[in-house]
């Protein structure tokens, strides 16, 4: 990115974060440094079970699947700073942390990209799992106990990927979603760092509100659909609950070998 671009997007999300701090009148929460974070370095088990692109699992379709991918959602989103996308699905099991984790992992292979994975699925948390990590706080935590997050971010050893835990199974999730806090939240994960994009991997529409209810406070939404899994009448009734104007795209997910 030039330096004149650079500057540009750093005024302007800097002009962005003191409206919205003036708008919810508290302290700023995102506080952590790129340079404190925790490091919890991904077991290399786990990532070759979970196919999960490093350097000791690859599949070079794979690779060019997603690189055609992050190409498309970067001229998507980048003419409106569109950085924060909820991945979702119909039904559980299509393959959402699977594909949002790789492809947080080919955005934070791009020069100019940092990336924030967050785990938003609060009663079936995956993101720690497919990289053998153990972590048992994370986002509830701070929603519930205000833990400050810096102690619950992880650098799993990728450069430029930060991730956030779903944290311990809570109940009445969708109303701890839909708090201003977590509003808040959502809004300075994207204003502290103009060139970083944030991924949530969340529920199954069909299985989970709160999904809907995080939708409203993403820029956009992509839609995975497993090959031959699910019903065309199961992915139309999904569909319709979710808002068209922030749907970014479908993806089919085939399984590989
Ligand atoms: N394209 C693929 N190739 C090979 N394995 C895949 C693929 N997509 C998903 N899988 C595997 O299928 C299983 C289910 O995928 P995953 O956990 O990503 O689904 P999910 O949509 O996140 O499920 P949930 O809704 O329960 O969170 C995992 O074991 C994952 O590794
Ligand atoms: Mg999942």
């Known amino acids: 990115m030039s ?3 650079e500057a540009l997007l750093r005024a302007k999300s800097e002009r962005k974060q003191t409206d919205d701090m003036s708008l919810f009148k508290r302290p700023p929460v995102f506080q952590e440094s790129r340079h404190q974070t925790k490091v919890v370095d991904y077991s290399e088990v786990a990532v070759v079970r979970n196919k999960i692109i490093t350097p000791y699992f690859d599949n070079p379709e794979l690779t060019n699947q997603l690189k055609l991918l992050r190409t498309k959602i970067l001229q998507e989103t980048q003419k409106f700073d569109d950085r924060t996308i909820l991945v ?7 393959g959402k942390t699977f594909l949002v984790t790789n492809l947080a992992i ?4 791009e020069v100019d990209q940092t990336v924030l994975l967050v785990d ?4 079936h948390a995956c993101v720690t799992q497919v990289f053998g990590i153990e972590q048992e706080r994370g986002l509830t935590d701070y929603l519930l106990h205000d833990v400050p997050l810096p102690e619950l971010l992880i650098r799993p050893g990728i450069e430029k990927l930060t991730l956030l835990p779903a944290g311990a199974p809570v109940e009445h999730s969708a109303e701890l979603l839909r708090s201003q806090k977590m509003r808040q939240l959502i809004q300075e994960m994207k204003n502290r760092y103009a060139d970083r994009y944030i991924f949530f991997d969340a529920p199954a529409v069909l299985s989970s509100v709160d999904t809907i209810v995080l939708t409203e406070y993403v820029d956009k939404v992509l839609f995975v659909v497993a090959s031959g899994y699910v019903k065309p009448s199961q992915v139309s009734e999904a569909l319709n609950r979710l808002d068209k104007n922030k749907l970014l795209g479908t993806i089919i997910n085939k399984k590989i070998s």
């Open 120 to 123: 938003v699925h609060l009663y």
């Open 88 to 94: 979702t699905s119909t039904l559980p099991g299509e």
């Open 106 to 109: 080919t955005f934070a292979r």
């Open 3 to 5: 330096k004149i671009k």
